[in-house]
């Protein structure tokens, strides 16, 4: 059974908007700092967004002032808005969740920005 799950991917273009969703269980987005990671096609996955338990939000200088990080009020759900798309944020998009004993990843969502 799958504990992350991603939606919300496509193909948009430049200056566009797209809204990933990670559906978790409560206990684990309760429990574990949230990202998101993306990998583009010949590089190495990076983490670009970053919730913490507490609902500190960190972001990668890449996508700062662009994206943002959230999670809904029955912490079931994180989010991850990102406006002004480029092209270079094309990739897979994963929630990822690190806990003490646990580590999980989605499947990935796949987004494409055209120029």
């Known amino acids: 059974q799958a504990q992350l799950v991603e939606s919300g991917g496509g193909l948009v273009q430049a200056g566009g908007s797209l809204r990933l969703s990670c559906a978790a269980s409560?206990?684990?987005?309760?429990?574990?700092?949230m990202d998101w990671y993306r990998q583009a096609p010949g590089k190495q996955r990076e983490v670009v967004a970053r919730?913490?338990?507490?609902?500190?939000?960190s972001y990668s200088d890449s996508v700062k002032g662009r994206f943002t990080i959230s999670r809904d009020n029955d912490k079931t759900t994180v989010y991850l808005q990102m406006n002004s798309l480029k092209p270079e944020d094309t990739g897979v998009y994963y929630c990822h969740s690190l806990g003490v004993s646990t580590n999980y990843w989605g499947q990935g969502t796949q987004v494409t920005v055209s120029s």
């Open positions: 919730i913490t338990r507490s609902g500190s939000t």
């Open positions: 409560r206990s684990i987005v309760n429990s574990n700092d």
